[in-house]
């Protein structure tokens, strides 16, 4: 290895270890503000099949609804290394049991697609 290799790996290594602590609060702070969007975006919006208003419920519903997609994805591929995938279902309406995405820039829901594709717009 050459001299410049290992002063890059150096100061890498040091990086690291120096924005570590302010990387993970930074991480936590972030996720729980994204949920935080995300359930208060849920309680002003109204089914567009029902017109029953979504709630916090409806965010729960979800989140048990991809842990559960997770479980049966590591039951049947035991020994499969996964990649993250990007969530698509972000509530699900207690009323009629529609799926919607959350749109982040909008801060808005949008129906899913039916057949598991890109979000309806």
């Known amino acids: 290895m050459r001299l410049r290799d290992v002063a890059l790996l150096t100061l890498m290594a040091i990086g690291t270890i120096v924005f570590l602590p302010v990387l993970i609060p930074a991480t936590i702070v972030y ?4 949920a935080r969007r995300v359930r208060r975006a849920a309680e002003t919006f109204g089914c567009v099949e029902c017109g029953m ?4 419920q409806a965010v729960e519903w979800a989140d048990r609804e991809c842990r559960r997609e997770a479980d049966e994805m590591r039951r049947k591929y035991p020994h499969h290394i996964y990649r993250a995938r990007e969530r698509m279902c972000h509530a ?4 009629c ?3 919607y995405t959350y749109l982040e820039r909008e801060r808005t829901f949008t129906p899913e697609n039916p057949r598991g594709g890109t979000p309806q717009v």
């Open 31 to 34: 996720t729980s503000l994204s």
């Open 53 to 56: 208003v979504l709630t916090a």
């Open 92 to 95: 699900i309406c207690p009323g």
């Open 97 to 99: 049991g529609t799926r």
